[in-house]
């Protein structure tokens, strides 16, 4: 309980409003989709930071905190990014002969 306790004093809700109406909880509904996609490709121990993304998007919706938002999704397409490269890092290593 000790991390609840830890999580709930940096979480306060009603920060950023407008990354928390109705409105825009369902566009949110796109970068955890493909953030599941990423955690789908079975990347060995590259699924830490996309997991990690989920549980900052997951606490944020919960509590209503936008600023908690998008420290998610800037954590969300960081892991995009790190993913697509690792992606094409292996790409190129594959002999194309």
């Known amino acids: 309980m000790p991390t609840i306790s ?3 004093k940096v979480v306060h809700t009603g920060r950023l409003q407008i990354l928390t109406d109705p409105t825009v909880q369902t566009p949110l ?8 996609v990423v955690i789908a490709l079975l990347i060995p121990f590259r699924n830490i ?5 989920l549980v ?3 606490v944020a919706l919960m509590e209503r905190d ?4 998008l420290i ?10 790190v993913t697509a490269a690792l992606l094409v890092v292996v790409a190129s290593a ?3 002969s």
């Open 94 to 96: 594959v002999p194309t």
């Open 66 to 69: 936008g600023l908690v938002t």
């Open 72 to 81: 998610g999704l800037l954590l969300a397409s960081t892991s995009f990014v």
């Open 56 to 58: 900052v998007l997951a």
């Open 49 to 53: 930071l996309p997991v990690l993304s």
């Open 29 to 36: 509904g796109v970068p955890i989709f493909l953030l599941a």
């Open 6 to 8: 830890r999580v709930e």
